[in-house]
DNA sequence: TTGAATGTTCTCCTTTTGTTCTCTATTATT
DNA sequence: AATAATAGAGAACAAAAGGAGAACATTCAA
């Protein structure tokens, strides 16, 4: 069980040796972490090597190496840090105005559902075949909007919605090889719209 | 069996311990049940702990450790209905094989981090501007993983690996208007590997 | 080689937290 | 009416956690 001290020290190391690629001096850790005196920090680390969550090499400078595996199992948050954007050929971009992701907040609504996508309708736009979005329930929706559409009260389908005059629905499909369609509104039934999507690698 | 104040102390206890990763202190439950004495809570506490729906480490701050059946129907578990597939173009498969999809295993563990990713280069994979991709902390990769790596401990660049013979790395841009490099090892430091991807449409 | 930066080990201090009390009030039950 | 169960306030104390900083040892680069 680590306290929040140890745990923001932990995450700032790892952040640290992510943006930097070495891990960071006593005094780095204390300035990221708002602290005056390095004697405190040198507290932690030797607390956090004790639960065997990174390793110390004596004296050494920049000398703590994480133990990823450790790390692996420990108690879990909701909550990823957010370290910064990524572009190709750029060092990793610092983000200041926001630190966490909280998928609480990005997906677990009570009226959102999660969806699997099978096919390739919506390649184009993001959304591959095997992906998870995530439903926000409602029967209306905007144009441009990505949605769960019922058509004829059956056939689910998942497209980008738009709104033609005279009482006509088009549902358009991502992908170069399939061709839009207007239906009657009457015949389509909004299901929710897509507010998210995920996909994991593993 | 629970009185209802012990009830509202285990709900906010599990409420905070999925949100933070943490359990929380006294003063933090007295608060969140808008109760001002830490005494109260602790009497609560006990009580629960004779129960067995939880246990105290004892003078341990933040030392309250539930018990697994207390987790057991909880509906604030990081889990989120997975109601079926939805065939773009086929009739929708039923949506009664009601999966959940539980965010823990998906992405929430704590080598993960979050990396907002800007530029194109990924595109093809279905990364796209703008999108949040989830790493795995680490320091090796296989062969089709898509890595975080550091050029020269300077450039951070998100391409697909693959490890070449005399010791050479190639780097592969998911786009068909950019071309993969290939790098000395040595130059080639991962950060990590891509074991997920979101993306809010909010 | 030398000096600044860094790691290490201390002691001392403050604040926060857990723990144990006592006291009071309300409500339901016998 | 008496009793027990539940609920809450708050004081007092001990222990843990958080922090400052001095003093010394060690690295490492100029």
Known sequence: MLTPSETKTLKFIQKYCIEKGCSPTLTEIADGIGIKSRGVIHRYLKSLESKKLLSIVSNRKRGICLNLEAYENQSI??????????AAGQP????????????????????????????????????LD???????????????DIVVALIDGIEATLKRFKKLP?????????NKSMEAIAYEAERIQIQGVVVGQLRSYQ
Not at 77 to 86: Q, S, T
């Open 130 to 144: 095997g992906d998870t979005v995530i439903i926000k329930h409602q029967n209306t929706a905007n144009n441009g």
């Open 92 to 127: 990793i971009e610092a983000i200041e105005d926001r630190h966490e992701i909280n998928l609480a907040d990005f997906i677990m609504n009570p009226d959102r559902f999660a969806l699997q996508v099978t096919g390739e309708s919506m390649m184009d736009a993001g959304i």
């Open 77 to 86: 948050a909701p909550i990823i840090p957010l370290l910064g954007r990524i």
């Open 166 to 174: 005279k009482g006509m629905i088009l549902l358009i499909p991502e």
